[in-house]
Each structure stands twice: as C-alpha cells, then as structure tokens.
C-alpha cells in the first residue's frame, strides 16, 4: 500500500523507533538505539504449529480418551511439545511469553501486511511530508536516510508481526530480534503537540486520513474490553480442573466398590463447588469488566469541523472537544481549563484544576506522567470546563487510548497482577503427596494382610485407588476458599472494600508499614498559624541591594493579622477555581485562600453567571458549528462564565485598606517536582507583579541571595521542629511589561529576580487516633515508616509526636550537599541532629553515622534526593533497614522504596535489584501515592470510592486505624487457611489410618459411615471455623511464612502420633475384652473380596470397625477443637458460635452412638456393633484422655516453635 499524495518517502515503522533511534547514519545505531522491551517480560520463544503435528495430536486425545488433551490443558509446556516446533521469533506464528515472575502463556502472532507501509508519525494537517525526529529534533525525511531504520521493522516474507498480550501489543522489530512494545504514543507526538500548543487557531486532528488508517491498525478500538468467558466455558475450564479430575476418577473408584449413596452425595458437592467457583470467577469478572468500559459520544474537531463520533473511534491526535462528564482516554489539553474528580482513578478526593498545556511552561517533552496538571485522564471525571484561545472552546489532545490510559494500566494491573512470593498452593500440594506416600506406606502393610486373605489382585488394586482417594481430602479446596471470603466480607462491614482478594492473605505477613504524612496521619487540611514577614524596613530593593545589609524576620503575624501585602499573595497564588458554590483545588491552597477572608469572582465580578453565547467570529474556523447549541443552562454546575474569563478575586471590605478586584493573568501549576506555585498578578491599580510561594528550599533558591535574612535556616527549623509545615513566600513587580509580553514569557524568566519575602506557617495535627495506631503497631513489632512529600525536619517532628520515632535518639539526616541540579553531580551530605531538633556536635564522619544508623543508635530521615544518591553509591541498605522518615518523596521514589524493602524490582538494563524481603504494606490517600500503593505487598488507599481502583483494598473510613484492621483481618485468614488445611491433614490421616487397620483384619468401611466422618463431621467443622473473629489486639507474634513451616507441620505430626496412639490403644483395649471376637472375613455366603460386597453390613459390621470409627469421630472433634484454641492471631473458640454449636451437636451425636448403640441410628444407620455398657465407660475415658494429650502436644509444638523459630535446625533455618 502506497502513500497517495505529494510522494514524500515512507516512513512506515519508524515512528516506534525513539529519536535516537530514529538516527540513519548506520542499522547498528539504529538498532542499539532501539526501543527498550516491556519490563514485565523476560522473554519471548517463537513456534511454529505444523497441520501434522495438529492431526496426529487430535488423533492421541482420542486414542487416551481425551486424557492427554486434559493434560496439555494444565501443562503448557506438554502442549508446546506435542503440537509445536521451535521457530525464530521472524517466522513464528505463536509465542511463548515468559513474564519476570516466570509465569507462561501462549500467545498467537498476528500478520498483518498492511503494516508495510505503516506510519504511527504524525503528518501536518497541510499534508506535508512526514519525518522522524532524530535525536537533535532535527527532521529526517530522505528515503536513503531512512532506508536502514525501516528495514529493521519489516519482515522478510513481507508481513509485520503483532503481538496481543495481556491487553498489550507488541511488533517485532527485526534489527533487535525480538518484539518490542508498541508505544504508548506516536514518537513525533510531543514535537506535534508543541506546535499546536502554540498556534493561534486549530484546525483539527494532527494527522491526516492515511495516517489514522494506520494508526487504526496499530492501536486498534479506543475502549478498555476485558474479555469475560461465557458460563458454559468457564465450567468446562473449572471442570477439568485437576482437583476435580481427581474427584471423578474418587467418584469412579468409590461406585466400582458399590459406594452409591456416598458418591452420590459427593458427586452433588462436587458440582456445586463447580458452579460455586464459576459463578464467582464470572461475576467478579463482569464487575471488573463494568468498572473498566466505557464509552460515549464525543465531539472531535475535523479539518476546521466539530463532528460527533463514538469515543471507541478516537486514535493519538485527535483532538476533543472537552465537555463535562466521564473521558473516555488520556487527553493532553490544548485550549481551556478543567476541574477533575480523579476520585476514582487516584484515591484523591479533591477534584484537581487542569491547565493548558504551554512548552514555555511545562517544557518541549509532553509526557502525560509528568505532566498531570494538563493532562485529563481516562476514567476521570470532568465536573467543569472554561473553553479558551480563539476558539473559544475547551479541546484536548487524544494521547493515549485503550490499555495504553492510566486507567488501562491500573486495570492490567489488577488483571495481571505480579505474583508475589506466595507459596501455600505449591506447600499444599507438597503436603498432599506426603499424605499419599503415607497412604502408600499403610497400603504396602495392607497389602499383605489382603493378599493372606485370599483377595485377588484386581481387589487389592482396587483398594488401593480407594486409599489414595481417602489420602486426599474431597472437601479440602472448597473448606480453603472459606477463610478468605470470610474475611472479605468482614473488611466491608469496616467500609474496606478488596479489589485483590489474595491480597488479604498477604496482609497476614505484613511487617513493615509505610504511611503518607498529610491527609493519612495528619488531617487532610492545613490551618494557617501565621505569617512570619520581613522586619519593617529591611526589605532589599528591586536589585537584591539592601543598604542596611540583608534583611531579618520579624515576630510571626497571627493569622487575623496577615499584613495586607501577604494578603495579596495568598488570595492570588494558588490554582483553585469555582465550582458552584464551592472552591475547588488542593486543600492547601483552599485553606490559605479562605484564612483571607478573600472571595473569588471566576464571573468578571459582575455577580452573575454569563454563558458562551457568540462565537461568530469564528464561526467559519468551525464549519458554522456554534457551541450556542449546549442545552446546559447559565449557572450550572458544568458550565463557566464565558470565553477568556480569568480568575479575579475580591478583598473584603476594609482589608488594611485594600479593595478592588485582583485578577490572576497566568498561573504556574504547582507540582511535586517544581516544588512551587507561581502566578502573574494583576492589581487593580494595573501593575503587574509576580507571586510565588513554595517550598521554603525552592523559594531560596529561585530569590536574589541579597533578599534572604541570614538566619533563614535558624528560622526554619524553628517551625519545622515543631511539626508546622512552611512555605516560602517571594514576589516581584514587573515593571514596564505588558499582560501581552508576560504570555510570551517562560516560567524561569518571569522568576527571574524573585525578592523573598517570608514564611507561611501552618499547622497539620495528627488525626485524633494517629498516634494510638502507631503504637499498637510498634506492639505488634510492625516497623511503621513516614514516606511523605513534606520538608524532613517537619516530618520528624511529625513522627516524634506521634510515636513513629523515639523521642531520645539523635536523627541522622540523609541529602545531597546541593538541592539543585542532577543527584549524579553532587555529593551525599550525613548530618545529625538532638532528639529536640537542635544541632547535635559532630558525632565524626560518614562511617560513624552510618554505623550509628545500622546499629540504631542513631534514627535517620532520608530526603528524596539522598535516596537516590544512596541509591547510586550503593549505601542504601542501612537507611532502609533504619529510617523511620523518608522526605521530599517523589512518587517515583515512593514506589522504588515500597520495591527496596520489599521483593526487589528490575533495573533499567534489565537486571534484578533485590530487596530487603520484607512484607510491606503502604497507605496513603492521594495521587502521589498510586505507584506506591500498588508496588507495595499491600496497598490500601483512603478513599471515598468504593470502585477506586487506585489499590487492592480502599478503606471509605479516613483513618490509619483501617491498617490495624486489615492486618488483623489478614493473619486471622491466613491462620483459619493453615488450621483448616491443618484438621483436614489430620482427619484424612485418621480416616486412612482407620481404613488401614479394618483391612488387616479383612473388614471394610460402611457405606454411611463415609458418609457421616466426610459430610456431617469434617466439611461442616471446617465450614464454620472461618467465622472465628480475628483477635481484638495485634500480637507480636507472626503467622508462620509458610505452609511448609515448622509451625504447621510439627502440630499435624503430633496429632499424626496421638491419633494413631490412642487408635491402637482402642483396639487392644477391645482384644482384651471377654466379649471380643475377632471379624471373620469369610462370613457364610457372602464374598468381603468381592467389589460389589465388601461395604456390606455382614462385610464392614464389627468390633474392630466400631471401635475404630467411633475413635475417629472423637478424634475430629478433638483436632477441631484443639487447633481452634483461637489467640494470639483470633479470638477464643467460644466467640464462634457456629462452631460451638457444630461441635455440641456432633459430641452429643458421637455420645449418642457411644451409650446407645443399638437401634436404627447405630446399628442400621452408623453400622455398628454395640459394645456391653461397661466398655462403653472405657471409650468415653480414652477419648478424654486422647482431649488431654492432643492439647498438651499442641501447646508444646506452639512453644517450640516460638522457642525454635529464627534459629538453624539440622542445618535449615526455621520459619
């Protein structure tokens, strides 16, 4: 397909080349510059699948009974070997993906010719002649340049490969042998962008009609569709689920030998748990899939025309009319201002202002990650727009579609979550094939005993099967899958609502704590305490000149005693709008604008609302189109005054003498990164000046040096010790500029002379129970750690008041020599300061205070900029282990944190980064914080949405008591998984153990007697064990790690030797009985070796089987409630009352069939043989004597086990 037009030359695939790639000098630097693989996979493996290879496996499936296709279902690899040949990645028509957490799938290459001629570059709207940037931003457009670059994307047999995995798409690149992933956005679409940022009147979409062609094949529908698999596929998938395989080949043996009640039974809760665990899977699934589409009608601006087009129809470069309401992708905005609920997307409960894009301000690189203060992003809610430019409309940029959104990426990642080191189905499974081995060891004692008998072959083999399927317990994953759905359902009576469900059993590991400062420990708002001005009379002049030497503070000002100039910068530097009634903004800014007194006029100050109701003037750059067709109303919500409007705001009356209306010409949005706010202000009596307030280091930094009081510092940490939080102030007149000039001007040239001016003090106090969590927490042995934005010295004060630092150790501080410029150029500086915040004489040199840190003799706070230089010098560790205080975090650096002290990450060439292994759980309630919530082991965001998808869990109740109740919650489930796979272990011991002995002596087990040990006993008491309530105070102690720990195992091991103690000892208390007389296996007429007569009452009606079965109900009441002592990790097993009432009823049962044998309950119904009455005293005490020695055995494995746990035994640490 040939590029219709003027003959430019084709670009195709170049435009997935980054600009140094995009160089043409050599293929080898156009390769080593190409574009770096997806982090998530480790690597791709290409094959081929020959129509023999197919043929001959379709014809094994039949020939095994559709054994083998049920095997090559759960072993990708068996289904690669049988129909597959390796490949290169070049010709391959499906690929095996391996992720970094070494999971594999399957996926098909898609060829798609068109791709040829491809070109994601964006062309002008004239039709010029598209080029690729290289990496001086200078075009490169010749055929010959570009000849090496696109030969390294196109494929020999003349097809481009795409690749569709986990909503992500990906195109091999030939050069570099292997698939790459498809941009987010076209290369040149920053470069684009700038140019119409800066134009006086836009015409429509940034490409032309080839282009979004092509770029429809690229990136496909705009819409995020998670597949859900349909009712009917998703039993068939859930039914030849191994486990259930397992079951039928049960169900199978136990009919062969004539079980039909029993597997009847079984065969009910089998189906059941089927359509139990489809039903779930595929609700939750069409709730994710709800929460993730969306579409909507949009209006999009073509070739000088507004036309309406489904949203799933936009593609990178179009551009949107932005209209209040839900958006449907990433938009980069172009034209106008918005006010965003990012609610649901980021946690974040104050709708934020969004700002045009502008190079000269946010820089020439658009990325919508960085630039969040104009850019809208998918799934957000836009309650408010004010349109702008000549167009007098409020137009986006399409940036981003699809999976390539934020919200498309927050959703894979709850889709594809990476695994963490979770180990309890891999432990289970080990423990299953112990129980097998064991029942293999009973069964090689059985066979003997048969085979004396005079049992055929087939019969024992037979018997056999039947051990193994007694070994495994049937009801074992249904009972594993109560414990945490238990404990989901108690979350959201505490308003914590689970978008991970395995994420609750993770939170049972947790041993370090990771919490946002402002707005999570402190209340989310601010109060202004005062303003600490600049001592009459030492300001410098307009030249940093001070003819009386630098200036000095003066005593703080209250906050009802703001000085009129301080007024002034506070009512106008901020970037808050109307919405309504309502300012809306960061709740810094809110706090400030309203401690005024000030009130805004977003109206002109005329005091009535005004709608856009001519644009006639620019109707033919509209294509007539007037946007007087809105049917929303003057004054509503949604709609904003008028076109070009800005924000002014109004003293009130008698303010120090000022009055008028102030009018904010331009703002600086404020960012984590440029740490300020700066706006151009107008007075009213005309003149301009600039206003900027800040973090107290960046106000500094940017003001003349002449303008700075000496003891700048001195006062600074004043306030900051004692947790305040402090901005610094600085403004500067702009004399002899027009509003005309100050557009035009750059960010850096309008604080450029910046005169300091002073400090405004706040005062966050903690929530009301901060400081009471922080120490349950530190009970519990939780290490708790401040990760906040916030100046360090405010931050350790912070953790000071509320616990989270020891009030008498000494604070190492962390940071680089210079708060400017690259990390890489500066040196790390380590300082030291008293437990009150004063400075502490020198405790020596680097290696003392990081020896002091590593011994914790010294606490440390660590500032963004130190982390990342301890990051470089690989010095990192004992901070990480030590600090109780990270400040000055970027989100970046939070997420890396949350990665460093937990499971590691990869590092940019690929390389793993270890961690420090902890169990690390992060809460925070902000924007900053989504990449930290979802690096962390468990992430729990504060948050008024239910449907946020900013974490695993979010908690509506805004408050770090929430954690308490999630790690609570969470060792509560994890200790009901382990004590229910515990009784489970135990009971099929005893009931394989009792099998066991019945055919020594050549007798079976009844029918019904199955029936009741598996149904009535064992599934109803592991059933209702979950609803034990996890215990009201977080112990010390922790859950064991794993399964396979020796917490678990040596429990189960005693209880192993008990059971099979007290067994025996029952049976040879029976044999010594005058009354006894041993089973005979040849009973007159009938066969006890024959299949279909071994389970009958002449064949399974005994002594032996009496005694044995009635010790084996006692024995599951004694497992149940031995394990279920409930503390330290839940509360007593009298507070579970189902449980009791389970155990009551079942105790009476077993009373029952122990005094009052005879009758249809025990002779026809449980199958016994009734003992005299004098026997029946002796099993009651043996039982109670069996009660006794299985607790004291419990108890001493848990106290061992504390004692042990930590240690090396016979070489392997204990866990």
């Known amino acids: 397909m040939k590029r219709p037009g003027n003959g430019a030359a084709s670009v195709e695939l170049a435009g997935l080349l980054p600009k140094g790639a995009a160089k043409a000098s050599s293929s080898s630097q156009a390769a080593a510059d190409a574009p770096e693989s997806d982090k998530e996979i480790a690597g791709f493996q290409g094959y081929r699948s020959p129509l023999h290879r197919r043929l001959l496996f379709a014809l094994l499936c039949v020939l095994t009974g559709v054994v083998l296709f049920i095997l090559s279902r759960w072993y990708l690899r068996l289904r690669v070997l049988l129909t597959m040949v390796p490949c290169a990645l070049g010709a391959a028509d499906y690929v095996v993906v391996t992720t970094v957490d070494k999971q594999q799938e399957l996926a098909r290459v898609q060829k798609l010719a068109s791709f040829n001629s491809i070109n994601i570059q964006a062309s002008s709207a004239g039709g010029a002649a598209t080029h690729v940037l290289a990496e001086d931003e200078t075009p490169v457009a010749t055929p010959t340049a570009l000849a090496d670059v696109t030969a390294a994307l196109k494929g020999g047999d003349g097809y481009d490969r795409l690749l569709d995995f986990r909503c992500g798409r990906y195109l091999y690149h030939h050069g570099q042998a292997t698939f790459l992933p498809v941009p987010a956005m076209p290369d040149d679409f920053a470069a684009t962008l700038r140019g119409v940022a800066g134009s006086r009147n836009i015409k429509g979409q940034l490409m032309d009609d080839f282009d979004r062609s092509e770029r429809r094949t690229l990136y496909g529908a705009n819409e995020l569709v998670i597949p859900v698999k349909s009712v009917p ?153 004010r349109p702008g430019g000549s167009e007098r409309l409020a137009l986006g940029v399409v940036a981003r579609t699809a999976f390539w959104t934020a919200k498309g990426q927050l959703m894979k990642s709850i889709l594809f979550p990476r695994h963490h080191r979770q180990t309890f189905v891999g432990d289970a499974l080990k423990f299953i094939a112990v129980m097998l081995l064991l029942g293999l060891g009973f069964y090689v004692w059985d066979v003997v005993s048969l085979a004396s008998y005079g049992a055929r072959a087939g019969f024992i083999i037979l018997k056999y099967l039947d051990m193994i399927t007694i070994a495994v317990p049937p009801a074992l994953p249904a009972c594993l899958t109560v414990a945490t759905a238990i404990a989901i359902s108690r979350l959201q009576q505490h308003d914590i609502y689970v978008s991970n469900p395995s994420a609750v059993a993770l939170a049972g590991h947790l041993n370090v704590l990771c919490f946002d400062k402002t707005g999570t420990l402190t209340e989310p708002g601010l109060d202004l305490q005062g303003v600490v001005p600049l001592a009459p009379g030492s300001s410098s002049s307009s030249d940093g000149s001070s003819g009386s030497g630098r200036p000095a503070f003066a005593p703080i000002c209250g906050a009802a005693d703001v000085p009129g100039a301080y007024q002034e910068l506070l009512a106008t530097c901020h970037g808050l709008a109307q919405l309504g009634p309502e300012l809306v903004g960061d709740p810094l800014d809110q706090r400030l604008f309203q401690s005024t007194g000030w009130r805004m006029l977003d109206d002109g100050g005329t005091g009535q609302a005004v709608e856009v109701i001519s644009v006639s003037e620019d109707a033919e750059h509209l294509g007539g189109v007037s946007p007087q067709a809105s049917p929303r109303t003057p004054g509503t919500p949604g709609v904003l005054a008028i076109a070009h409007v800005r924000t002014k705001v109004q003293p009130p009356p008698g303010a120090f003498g000022l009055s008028g209306v102030y009018t904010i010409v331009r703002r600086f949005e404020f960012s984590a990164e440029k740490q300020r706010n700066v706006v151009v202000m107008r007075k009213p009596d005309g003149s301009l000046h600039v206003m900027a307030k800040g973090s107290p280091e960046m106000m500094r930094k940017l003001s003349a040096p002449a303008s700075v009081p000496a003891d700048f510092d001195a006062e600074l940490g004043k306030y900051t010790r004692e947790g305040l939080r402090v901005l610094g102030l600085a403004t500067r007149q702009l004399a002899g500029l027009s509003e005309g000039e100050v557009q035009g001007m750059a960010q850096e040239e309008l604080e450029a002379g910046l005169q300091f001016c002073g400090l405004a003090v706040m ?292 209880q192993f030797v008990t059971c099979a103690f007290f067994q025996l000892a029952a049976l040879l208390m029976l044999t010594r009985q005058a009354f006894y007389t041993r089973f005979d296996p040849h009973p007159d007429g009938t066969n006890c070796f024959d299949r279909t007569q071994s389970n009958s009452t002449v064949c399974s009606q005994s002594y032996e089987n009496s005694i044995v079965f009635l010790m084996s109900l006692g024995q599951f009441l004694i497992a149940a409630f031995v394990f279920n002592k409930g503390p330290p990790f839940r509360r007593p097993i009298y507070t579970n009352l189902w449980l009791l009432l389970a155990l009551s009823f079942q105790t009476l049962f077993v009373g029952l069939l122990i005094l009052a044998p005879a009758g249809p309950v025990g002779e026809e119904f449980a199958g016994l043989k009734p003992f005299p009455p004098e026997f029946r005293g002796k099993v009651l005490l043996l039982l109670g004597a069996n009660l006794l020695v299985s607790w004291l055995a419990d108890s001493f494995s848990g106290w061992a086990y504390q004692k042990l746990k930590g240690r090396r035994l016979c070489g392997l640490m204990v866990s």
């Open 233 to 385: 596929v998703l039993m068939g998938e859930e039914m030849i689920h191994p486990f259930f395989i397992f079951q039928y080949a049960s169900v199978a043996i136990w009919c062969a030998q004539a079980y039909y009640s029993y597997s009847l039974i079984i065969v009910g809760i089998t189906l059941f748990s089927i359509v139990t665990n489809v039903v779930s899977a595929y609700q939750y699934r069409r709730r994710l899939a709800a929460l993730a589409h969306y579409t909507c009608e949009v209006q999009v601006l073509q070739n000088g025309r507004i036309s309406t087009v489904n949203s799933t129809e936009l593609l990178p470069g179009d551009v949107v009319v932005v209209h209040p309401g839900i958006l449907p992708c990433d938009l980069a905005l172009v034209r106008g201002e918005a006010i965003v609920d990012e609610n649901m997307l980021t946690g974040e409960a104050v709708p934020v202002r969004k700002v045009s894009y502008s190079p000269a301000v946010d820089g020439p690189n658009y990325d919508p990650d960085v630039h969040k203060s104009c850019t809208l992003y998918s799934g957000t809610t836009v309650a408010q727009v």
């Open 763 to 1054: 005062v966050n106090p903690l929530r009301s129970d901060t400081t009471a969590i922080i120490a349950q927490l530190h009970d519990a042995d939780i290490r708790t750690v401040m990760v906040t934005g916030d100046h360090a010295r405010t931050a350790v004060s912070v953790a000071h008041n509320c616990g989270m630092l020891c009030q008498n150790r000494p604070v190492a501080f962390a940071d680089t020599a210079s708060a400017e410029g690259r990390v890489e150029d500066t040196d790390l500086a380590l300082t030291a300061a008293a437990p009150d915040g004063g400075e502490l004489p020198a405790l020596g040199g680097a290696d003392e205070l990081l020896g002091g840190v590593a011994a914790g003799s010294l606490a440390a706070a660590v500032t963004g900029r130190g982390f990342e230089k301890l990051q470089e010098l690989g010095a990192v560790q004992p901070f990480l282990e030590g600090a109780g205080v990270f400040a000055r975090m970027s989100p970046e650096d939070k997420r890396a944190l949350m990665e460093l002290l937990g499971d590691g990450s990869m590092a940019d060439d690929g390389s793993e980064v270890a961690g420090l292994g902890h169990h690390v759980g992060f809460c925070g309630d902000g924007a900053n914080d989504v990449g930290a919530l979802k690096a962390a082991h468990v992430g729990v965001s504060l948050c008024e949405a239910e449907a946020s998808v900013a974490a695993p869990l979010t908690s509506k109740r805004q408050t770090i008591a929430c954690m308490v109740t999630v790690i609570a919650e969470g060792r509560c489930s994890l200790i009901t998984s382990y004590i229910i796979f515990k009784f489970i272990i135990v009971y099929a011991f005893i009931q394989t153990f009792g099998v066991a002995i019945m055919y020594s002596f050549g007798g079976s087990v009844g029918n019904y007697q199955y029936l009741i040990q598996d149904l009535l006993y064992t599934t109803v008491l592991a059933s209702v064990m979950g609803f034990t309530h996890p215990s009201r105070k977080l112990s010390k102690q922790r859950p064991p790690e794993r399964l396979m720990s020796l917490g678990i195992w040596l429990p189960v091991i005693l």
